[in-house]
C-alpha cells in the first residue's frame, strides 16, 4: 500500500457542473478525512468517517456538497453547482484511531 | 480545542538550526502537541508528536516546558528541502476530533 490516492489530481470545471473527487485510504485505516485548502490558508475540515459512517460535518460543508464512503472503503466527495468560491485544493486523509493522519497529494479544483 | 499561535514566516539560511514555537495556552489534559509539514501542491505530513519534556526522531525534535503552554520544533541543519510549511496543533488525541489547522508558519531556507 502506498498511501491515500486521490483521483483526479487536477480538475477544471465550468460553473454550475457537478465534480466528484475519490479518495482511497490506506486500507487498514477506519477513519477517512476531507479538507478543503485554499492559497495561504491552513487545511480547513470539511467532513470525516469512522468505516462507513459519516461522524461529523463542518458548517463549511453547504447542502451542495456531499460525501460518501460505501463499505468502509473509499470516499468520494461531490461539488454540486460548482461556484468560483470552490476553486481549492481538496485533501483527503486516513488514520488509524489514535494515530497521526495520513494525507493524500490533493485534487486541486478550478471553477471557470 | 486549544488555539495555537505561531508566526507567520521565517528565513534561515542553509547549515543553520531552525526553532519554531508555537503558544497553546489553553492547551487541556489529555491534548497532545503535533506538527505537520507541508510542501507545495502535497498534503500535510505527520513530522512529530509529543506530550512533554522532549521527543526526537530523524526529522526533527520537539521541546514542551513543564507548564506544556508552548512548543518549540528543532530543524537541525536545514537544507533547501526543508523549505515548506509547518502547522502546529493541539491534539486531543481521542481520534473523536478531527484536526485542526491554523495558518502554519512558512519556513524559507536561503542557500
Known amino acids: 500500500d502506498t498511501g491515500v490516492s486521490q483521483d483526479p489530481r487536477h480538475k477544471i470545471t465550468k460553473r454550475g457542473q457537478n465534480v466528484t473527487f475519490r479518495c482511497d485510504p490506506i486500507s487498514e485505516h477506519n477513519r477517512l478525512y476531507w479538507y478543503r485548502q485554499t492559497l495561504g490558508q491552513g487545511p480547513e475540515f470539511l467532513t470525516y468517517f469512522q468505516n462507513e459512517a459519516q461522524l461529523e460535518k463542518s458548517r463549511l460543508l453547504s447542502d451542495r456538497f456531499s460525501a460518501e464512503r460505501p463499505k468502509g472503503s473509499f470516499s468520494t466527495l461531490e461539488i454540486q453547482r460548482t461556484e468560483q468560491g470552490d476553486s481549492a485544493m481538496y485533501l483527503c486523509?486516513?488514520?488509524?484511531?489514535?494515530?497521526?493522519?495520513?494525507f493524500g497529494s490533493g485534487t486541486r479544483l478550478t471553477v471557470v | 480545542l486549544a488555539k495555537t499561535t505561531q508566526p507567520i514566516s521565517m528565513d534561515s539560511y542553509e547549515g543553520q538550526e531552525v526553532n519554531i514555537t508555537c503558544s497553546h495556552n489553553n492547551i487541556a489534559t489529555n491534548d497532545y502537541i503535533t506538527w505537520y509539514q507541508q510542501f507545495p501542491s502535497q498534503g500535510p505530513r505527520f513530522i512529530i508528536q509529543?506530550?512533554?519534556t522532549k521527543v526526537t526522531n530523524e526529522v526533527a525534535s520537539l521541546f514542551i516546558p513543564a507548564d506544556r503552554k508552548s512548543s518549540t520544533l528543532s530543524l537541525p541543519r536545514v537544507s533547501l528541502s526543508d523549505t515548506a510549511v509547518y502547522y502546529c496543533?493541539?491534539?486531543?488525541?481521542?481520534?473523536?476530533?478531527?484536526?485542526?489547522f491554523g495558518k502554519g508558519t512558512r519556513l524559507s531556507v536561503i542557500a
Open positions: 509529543g506530550y512533554k
Open positions: 486523509a486516513s488514520s488509524l484511531a489514535l494515530y497521526g493522519y495520513t
Open positions: 496543533l493541539v491534539d486531543p488525541n481521542s481520534g473523536n476530533t478531527p484536526l485542526v
